[in-house]
């Protein structure tokens, strides 16, 4: 199943650095676009979402979707210790929007 | 803060046997999912439930599996005979609107099938 491809890492960046998450997928039809991250041994908490194209601002967190080139991001800006954990991309389509496929994960590492 | 929780956090049980996973979703939600991750891969829709009924469900989701709200605040799946390949965390989600796209997830119970 490769809808949604996302790198699993692990990502490891100092304190403070700007990090960026990616997924790609394949099916035009998936409309909206959500980020989970989850932390070990946790059920994943939904941090953002994103209709359509577009950027959408939280906070020290941006996602970003093209859905020309079918890829969508997710920036933290001043990454702290406490992000540390799996960051999963999620994704829906108007007509099943309670089905989501996820991407595999990216597990992220922010040293002090 | 209302958050799903899950029962039991951890289940081991015979290959053969049936188990019950259980769920309390946030009390004003009415939309309610099972997912699930087998270790190493993606998390996996199974099951999406709306007023008393299977909303939409996947593949994976065959004649073994069912899903119940039996009083009103918990919701449960059930695996009749269980596999191997059942070995797996299993995730409930509830929402409180169908295109709300802000569905809580709850901490998962581990399944081992020996």
């Known amino acids: 199943q490769k809808e949604v491809e996302q790198d699993p890492g692990p990502l490891s960046v100092p304190e403070g650095a700007i990090v960026s998450l990616n997924c790609t997928y394949s099916n035009s039809a998936f409309q909206y676009f959500m980020w989970y991250r989850q932390y070990s041994r946790k059920g994943p908490e939904l941090l953002m979402y994103t209709y359509s194209s577009g950027n959408k601002e939280d906070g020290r967190f941006t996602a970003q979707v093209d859905k020309s080139s079918k890829y969508i991001s997710l920036f933290i800006r001043d990454s702290q210790p406490s992000d540390s954990a799996t960051y999963l991309c999620?994704?829906?389509?108007?007509?099943?929007?309670?089905?989501?496929?996820f991407g595999s994960g990216t597990k992220l590492n922010v040293k002090p | 803060e209302p958050e799903v929780t899950q029962t039991p956090s951890h289940q081991v049980t015979q290959m053969g046997q049936e188990v019950i996973l259980r769920c309390v979703p946030i009390s004003n939600h009415l939309y309610f999912y099972w997912y699930r991750q087998i270790l190493g891969q993606k998390v996996e829709f199974l099951v999406s439930f709306y007023n008393n009924e299977i909303s939409e469900k996947s593949e994976i989701f065959d004649d073994q599996f069912s899903v119940e709200r039996p009083d009103g605040s918990n919701f449960t799946l059930k695996i009749r005979s269980t596999k191997l390949e059942d070995s797996a965390m299993y995730f409930c989600a509830s929402s409180e609107e169908q295109r709300n796209t802000e569905a809580f997830f709850g901490q998962g119970t581990r399944l081992t099938v020996v």
């Open positions: 999620a994704m829906s389509t108007q007509y099943n929007f309670n089905k989501f496929y």
